[in-house]
């Protein structure tokens, strides 16, 4: 039975913009999310009785509302708006479908974890400490700039990083992050 589905893919989660792609598969939900780039998730799924006809019909629905605006420069599928809009639209879609059901806890993307291979890099974006992240299956051009909160489970790399690095954050607050030199720098008392 096909799915019918509302995704929230990496590069557009990273930068927090509210921008879904659209589709439908008559496969699993975890399969057709492993096209999709590593860290994206499906934010809605139903269970329907014909995909394409559901596809097209939510796409219907969404190009008649006023708040969504359709990302052609990304694809057919792709619309920028707030979530609950699109999630009204979702609902009366899967309605007039198909029973809309939770998916199995097998098919939930949103809660699998992805093992970190290494960690190679840090940076400061926006006041917040990122590192970039080698996940353990994965090439080397599909690393990520992750914040320190998501390496929870990978604190042995984070430490080893740091060390191999020679320095290390101070949390600043409600802030983020932001660097700490590691050692007051001396200045001569004159350039003579």
């Given at each position: 039975m096909p799915f019918l589905y509302v995704a929230h893919l990496r590069e557009f989660r990273r930068h927090q913009e509210n921008v879904w792609k659209i589709g439908y598969t008559d496969r699993t939900l975890?399969?057709?999310?492993?096209?999709?780039?590593?860290g994206s998730l499906a934010v809605h799924s139903a269970c329907v009785s014909d995909g394409r006809?559901?596809?097209?019909?939510l796409i219907k629905l969404l190009d008649a509302m006023p708040?969504?605006?359709?990302r052609r420069d990304l694809g057919r599928e792709?619309?920028?708006?707030?979530?609950?809009?699109?999630?009204?639209?979702?609902?009366?879609?899967?309605?007039?479908?198909g029973a809309s059901?939770?998916?199995?806890?097998?098919?939930r993307e949103q809660d699998q974890e992805y093992e970190v291979q290494d960690i190679v890099g840090r940076r400061v974006r926006g006041g917040r400490e990122e590192f970039k992240v080698l996940w353990r299956g994965y090439s080397e051009r599909e690393a990520t700039w992750e914040p320190r909160?998501?390496?929870?489970?990978a604190q042995r790399l984070?430490?080893?990083?740091?060390?191999?690095?020679g320095g290390g954050f101070a949390p600043d607050g409600a802030h983020g992050m932001r660097l700490r030199p590691r050692k007051p720098v001396r200045r001569p008392d004159s350039l003579c």
């Open positions: 975890q399969q057709r999310l492993r096209g999709y780039p590593k006809a559901a596809e097209a019909h708040e969504v605006a359709k792709y619309y920028e708006a707030p979530l609950s809009a699109v999630y009204g639209a979702f609902c009366a879609v899967g309605a007039r479908y059901m939770p998916l199995p806890e097998q098919e909160a998501h390496l929870s489970n984070l430490r080893a990083y740091l060390r191999r690095s």
